[in-house]
């Protein structure tokens, strides 16, 4: 083996020669992009967005929940090419955002905390400054990605679970409270922009919530061009959580199982999904919520000019009208004894909601079967703003006369 030295004039004359030097001098000389925070919360609650782009003509922020964020909030090009607009203040709360850039959407690429969808992915901003929103100094649950196998719908599927502080060294069961989205969303979106593991742990350490699982499955079964919506999307769901999901949880987690405590709830495409589910299978849940929704598609929806879900083209197959839906669960809607397990039916939904009408409709016909609901009308709109509020309302009330062995 033969041995090369170097000595320190050799490698200064290497690195000194023509050749390299000219090869340096012909490289980029562009300076390196700037350094910059986004988004950044400042101390008034305004936050600051700002995107790296200087080929960019115009960039737009988009972000349905901020307040004021519309079609022409535009960003403003600053120093070394730094485009950046403060919005707010805003209240405390998680809001989904990103940037339209010439026509193109991007998330924020300074900012590595993102929120899923269905078919997308959000940045994410957080705003402290709420006691049931923020991260603190409590003890902690977990929440699981979890992958399961449906054989309703022949494909694995995801689902997220949130277990108690304790649970983990503990031996005892919990009861269970399966939540839902809406559309366009995924199993991702109660934990991230709904902050549900957050709003847990607080209800839980400030002895406001009961200790318990909740489940937050995926309510789109598929996603793309071509995937099934209306009627079939909801019974495909409606199958994949009856056969699968419920089973799973009863299997692998140590929750208890009879109807005093399980409950469901979900919010707008989720509130329906609710009560297909619930109402045919009556007998299994003790505490029933819907949050922004009702009976959709079976009452028309108030022109407001408030967001609200809308599918993309007509449904393959229409939802049931409410007369339809009153004779297909006529049995379990007049059933008397089946009342008197039911602790809780309860609905919110905000004043500038379009899907307003629906939910009034969906509560005057449980009334007129006999049920004694509860209406909350809420300020505001179609957004993730109420629906955590809605939450930390709702969760509350659950399984407080029931008893587990945690």
């Known amino acids: 083996m033969t ?7 050799a490698l200064w004359a290497a690195l000194a020669s023509p050749a390299l030097v000219s090869a340096k001098q012909a490289g980029p000389t562009a300076p390196p992009p700037p350094q910059f925070v986004s988004p950044e919360v400042l101390p008034d609650q305004r936050v600051a967005f700002r995107i790296y782009a200087p080929q960019a ?15 022409d909030t535009q960003l403003t090009k600053g120093e070394q090419d730094v485009w950046e607009i403060r919005l707010g ?3 405390a709360g998680a809001y989904r955002y990103n940037f339209n850039v010439d026509g193109v959407a991007t998330i924020d690429p300074r900012n590595p905390a993102i929120s899923e969808s269905n078919n997308n992915v959000w940045s994410l901003v957080y705003v402290p400054g709420s006691d049931l929103f923020d991260t603190r100094p409590v003890p902690r649950g977990a929440v699981a990605e979890v992958t399961y196998h449906s054989a309703a719908l022949g494909r694995y599927r995801r689902m997220h679970i949130y277990t108690p502080p304790g649970y983990e060294l503990g031996t005892g ?3 269970v409270f399966y939540l839902l989205h809406g559309a366009g969303d995924n199993d991702d979106a109660w934990s991230s922009v709904g902050r549900a593991g957050f709003i847990l742990d607080n209800l839980i350490a400030a002895k406001r919530a009961r200790p318990m699982v909740v489940v937050m499955p995926a309510g789109h079964t598929s996603r793309g061009p071509g995937s099934p919506i209306g009627r079939t999307a909801t019974e495909e769901f409606v199958a994949d959580f009856t056969t699968a999901v419920m089973p799973y949880i009863e299997k692998h987690y140590r929750v208890l199982t009879d109807r005093a405590n399980t409950a469901i709830a979900g919010l ?3 509130g329906g999904h ?10 299994r849940f003790a505490y029933i919520g819907v949050y922004s929704s009702g009976l959709l598609g079976a009452f028309p929806a108030a022109d407001t000019g408030a967001a609200a879900p809308a599918p993309a083209a007509p449904p393959a197959s229409p939802p049931l009208t409410a007369v339809e839906w009153e004779k297909m669960n006529a049995a379990k809607l007049d059933d008397a ?8 039916l309860w609905f919110a939904t905000g004043k500038e909601d379009r899907l307003l009408p629906t939910t009034q409709g969906t509560v005057d016909l449980f009334k007129k079967h006999g049920f004694a609901p509860v209406f909350r009308e809420s300020p ?3 957004t993730w703003i109420n629906w955590r509020n809605y939450l930390v309302e709702f969760a509350p009330q659950l399984f407080q006369s029931g008893k587990g062995t945690f």
């Open 173 to 175: 069961r919990y009861p």
């Open 3 to 9: 041995r090369v030295l170097i000595t320190a004039a």
């Open 274 to 283: 609710t009560l297909n589910i619930a109402i045919p299978q009556l007998e």
């Open 337 to 344: 004894a089946l009342k008197k397990g039911l602790r809780l």
């Open 57 to 71: 003509r115009a960039i737009r922020l988009s972000g349905s929940d901020i307040p004021g964020v519309g079609r």
């Open 380 to 382: 505001g709109g179609h």
């Open 268 to 270: 707008s495409m989720g």
């Open 89 to 91: 203040p805003l209240a």
